[in-house]
């Protein structure tokens, strides 16, 4: 089973710094209801993050203030969120923290810190990308840690 990887980003006007390091000490991540759909997909960014496998990766960041955390859900999306009304959690176990405090600087995608997106997967033809961008250079890890070959 190949694994699935998300960009997950708490966005730096709904959450300070302080916010993101209490929902890592937590181990909850939070996305709003509200949070509309990438161009012409047909699910919202929160259908998504409901929909999500408990087992997928994500990568915590901040904006692109800062990349945080990798992590992997490890429950269901909860509707009742302590954030309050609107606000959508899921619990996550940890896996590593970020070993870089630089910016992304790298390729403009979806996925990247540096796009407007708040929930969304890393399509399977541009995971050595990922790899290259993402995990290497902020958590010094390879995508043969989840079992994934490239070709």
């Known amino acids: 089973m190949k694994p699935k990887f998300w960009k997950l ?3 730096t006007e709904e959450f300070g710094v302080n916010q993101i390091i209490e929902s890592i000490e937590q181990r909850l991540v939070y996305v709003h209801k509200d ?3 990438k161009a012409a997909s047909s699910k919202s960014q929160a259908q998504q993050f409901i929909d999500a496998a408990i087992g997928d990766y994500f990568y915590l960041t901040h904006g ?3 990349i945080y ?3 992997q859900f490890t429950g ?3 509707l009742f969120s302590s954030r309050g009304e609107g606000w959508l959690d899921r619990p996550f176990r940890f896996i590593s923290a970020s070993i870089s405090k630089e910016k992304y600087k790298g390729e403009k995608k979806w996925w990247a810190p ?3 997106s ?3 997967s890393v399509p399977d033809d541009e995971l050595e990308l ?3 961008e993402i995990l290497t250079p902020f958590f010094s890890i390879e995508l043969s840690k989840f079992g994934v070959k490239i070709s």
């Open 130 to 132: 990922f790899e290259k």
């Open 64 to 66: 692109n203030a800062g």
């Open 9 to 11: 980003s708490q966005g």
């Open 69 to 71: 955390a990798l992590g």
């Open 35 to 37: 949070t509309k759909a």
């Open 114 to 116: 540096s796009d407007n």
């Open 76 to 78: 269901p999306a909860n």
């Open 118 to 120: 708040t929930f969304i």
